[in-house]
């Protein structure tokens, strides 16, 4: 009994993947399905590939410019009447959040919205009152992308995204007025505040939102600036680990209190996610078809080439030779299309993630640049991470379509019946 591709089955299906056309070898069809494949698997590996880079990085602004977890208060009365969700003993609150083992900081924060000017320029920004220390905890304000001035120097003045300083012309040095409508509380009204700040600190956060809007400010000078004073808006709390929050958050409200409330990175980001996440397995069932598409092509190709070789089975059959061997050795030469399809894909598809940043610069010149707009992406780059999942699941999906759908012309040509094969030779 003949062993299951043995090697003579092997140097068979070589010799007719070599031969030429004229000698009935593999036709063009199967030179098509080969570069279609090759297409497919790029297409899927880079598509893959951009969509876990766009979703690391923005995950990665998320967790390194904004807090994990947002406590605050429910609404309540306070002394005097008036309903409020000021915390009043932030301190405490803060310090029994730190204590728990999986938070990693606990910090006070005042937060309003006022109007920047400077240069004859307005524009809307989101004051974010801390202390020098807990700003240096924050990953992409403390190391950014890009910075200018000196952090040190923040108790000083004020730090600005690097968007804000670009619409209001302001560099380092430079002052700034930030005016509030909920201001000195008069006899006849409240009247608008109005500060100015030199500017000690510039950031570039790596998002366009942050870097466009945000603006920080000392904690003490905040509680001033938003009449602030004793208490705190929230309280930012960082975790070791970002991606199991909602596990902690029954802890984390036993350590706030009674009147506590949580707001998870995930509840402000949470849709967006799972619209990512439905994007992918999109994606990836588009680009499949993509890839049986081009597979269906060797069943094509590989139909010619029994017909070609109609002759040649009939001689192999009446020699002795089964009908397993027959189908395994057009089997072989429809799976070596598919192996060399998806190899050849794999590799296109690695060198474009790995060399994506010049690929995508000499689009932008050629196309006279625009082509990415971080005002609408959030994000200043086409980012890219390749990984392991992506690529094994390309490969595995391409070598199955391909092995699946060339056991069909295989098994036709181990049936020809070799008399019919011969009659008219």
């Not at 809307?124 to 304000?141: C, H, K, N, W, Y």
């Not at 466009?212 to 000078?221: D, I, N, Q, V």
């Not at 009449?227 to 199991?244: C, K, Q, T």
Request: with cysteine; net charge negative.
């Amino acid at each position: 009994m003949t062993a299951p591709f043995a090697s003579f089955e092997w140097t068979i299906a070589w010799r007719y993947l070599r031969a030429r056309r004229a000698e009935g070898g593999v036709s063009v069809m199967t030179w098509i399905s080969l570069v279609g494949i090759t297409l497919a698997v790029f297409a899927l590996i880079a598509t893959m590939a951009v969509r876990a880079g766009f979703r690391a990085e923005f995950v990665d602004t998320i967790l390194g410019a904004n807090a994990h977890v947002t406590v605050y208060n429910s609404t309540y009365d306070s002394e005097t009447g008036v309903s409020s969700r000021l915390i009043a003993d932030y301190e405490n609150m803060a310090a029994r959040l730190a204590g728990l083992p999986e938070v990693t900081r606990a910090a006070p924060l005042v937060r309003g919205q006022v109007m920047a000017t400077a240069n004859g320029v307005n524009a809307g920004v989101e004051i974010f009152g801390l202390s020098q220390a807990d700003l240096m905890t924050i990953p992409r304000i403390a190391a950014p992308e890009e910075a200018w001035g000196d952090i040190a120097r923040f108790r000083e003045g004020i730090a600005i995204g690097s968007g804000i300083a670009r619409e209001l012309r302001v560099g380092i040095g430079d002052r700034i007025k930030l005016i509030s409508p909920d201001g000195v509380k008069t006899p006849f009204g409240t009247s608008p505040r109005v500060n100015a700040y030199e500017i000690v600190y510039v950031f570039t956060a790596g998002r366009y939102d942050i870097d466009r809007t945000r603006a920080y400010l000392p904690f003490t000078e905040a509680q001033s600036y938003f009449n602030r004073e004793g208490a705190a808006d929230e309280i930012e709390v960082m975790v070791a680990a970002p991606e199991d929050v909602d596990a902690l958050a029954p802890a984390l409200l036993e350590a706030a209190g009674d009147n506590a409330l949580l707001w998870t990175w995930r509840d402000a980001s949470g849709s967006f996610l799972r619209a990512l996440d439905i994007e992918d397995n999109v994606m990836f069932i588009i680009l499949s078809i993509l890839v049986l598409i081009a597979a269906m092509n060797i069943v094509s190709g590989l139909i010619m080439l029994v017909k070609n070789k109609g002759r040649d089975i009939g001689i192999l059959r009446t020699m002795g030779l089964s009908e397993g061997s027959v189908l395994r050795i057009f089997f072989i030469c429809g799976a070596a299309v598919g192996v060399l399809g998806t190899v050849a894909g794999v590799v296109l598809g690695c060198l474009f993630v790995v060399y994506i940043d010049p690929i995508f610069s000499a689009v932008n010149y050629i196309s006279g640049g625009g082509v990415w707009d971080p005002s609408i992406r959030g994000i200043y780059e086409l980012p890219a991470r390749l990984q392991a999942r992506d690529v094994i699941a390309a490969v595995g999906l391409s070598l199955g379509l391909s092995f699946i759908v060339t056991i069909f012309p295989a098994r036709r040509a181990a049936r020809l019946n070799p008399v019919e094969a011969l009659r008219y030779e």
